[in-house]
């Protein structure tokens, strides 16, 4: 099994449409990210949780919502999804040392 | 601003040449860096990381790179590049060290010819 896994992988869905993105990970670490990535722009930081109480934005948070259900679980939300949010979306879980990715998630919106 | 750069977007070499990819870094300090790949359809995997210590490290597939404090880069290395090796590469720095947040660059894709 992964390390961390996202769910869906791939996604399309409607302008103005609501849409949830999961992470699960098994390393049992305390840090989860989540990242979006755009052609020719590397991965930019949306948000950041060290812990379960403890959640922080990144980069570029507008638009985007997340929770942390669990040590192992964080879930990025769209609330009202635009066409520029298109991208492929990274979770990730670190240790002090190292990050563990997900294959990522691709959405659509169209 | 604080940046990761990497100069190249795109790079073509010949299977069995060797590669260099630049990274160039803004920190004042001394960050910790690192260099991941990502395959075509793939998460990104750690290929290797620098903390402290010795400059040149080593890391998985064949890969090297190089800290050079004086000039703020850490440009990964292969002596012989194979097929399988094609794919985008990004250069991070987590920028206070420890901190766990990753400034990535905007990647530097690989290709290779037979």
């Known amino acids: 099994d992964a390390d961390v896994t996202q769910t869906p992988r791939n996604r399309i869905t409607k302008t103005g449409k609501r849409i949830m993105l999961e992470c699960s990970q098994t390393?049992?670490?305390?840090?989860m990210y989540w990242y979006r990535q755009d052609p020719g722009l590397g991965l930019r930081l949306i948000y950041y949780s060290f812990d379960v109480k403890d959640i922080n934005k990144g980069e570029i948070s507008d638009g985007y919502s997340v929770s942390r259900q669990a040590q192992a679980k964080f879930s990025l939300s769209l609330e009202s999804a635009i066409p520029n949010q298109t991208a492929l979306y990274f979770c990730a879980t670190s240790s002090r040392t190292e990050a563990f990715f997900g294959q990522g998630t691709r959405l659509t919106v169209v | 601003a604080q940046s990761v750069t990497q100069p190249d977007i795109h790079i073509t070499v010949s299977e069995g040449a060797s590669l260099e990819l630049r990274c160039n870094y803004s920190?004042?300090?001394?960050?910790?860096l690192f260099w991941y790949v990502q395959s075509p359809g793939q998460g990104l995997q750690l290929l290797l990381k620098y903390f402290s210590g010795d400059t040149l490290v080593q890391g998985i597939k064949g890969f090297e790179a190089e800290f050079k404090r004086s000039q703020s880069s850490f440009n990964l290395r292969k002596p012989s590049v194979h097929w399988s090796d094609a794919a985008e590469y990004f250069c991070?720095?987590?920028?206070?060290?420890?901190?766990?947040?990753?400034?990535f660059g905007k990647g530097t894709k690989l290709t290779v010819n037979p």
């Open positions: 991070a720095v987590d920028e206070q060290g420890g901190s766990e947040k990753l400034v």
């Open positions: 390393k049992g670490h305390d840090r």
């Open positions: 920190y004042g300090a001394t960050p910790y």
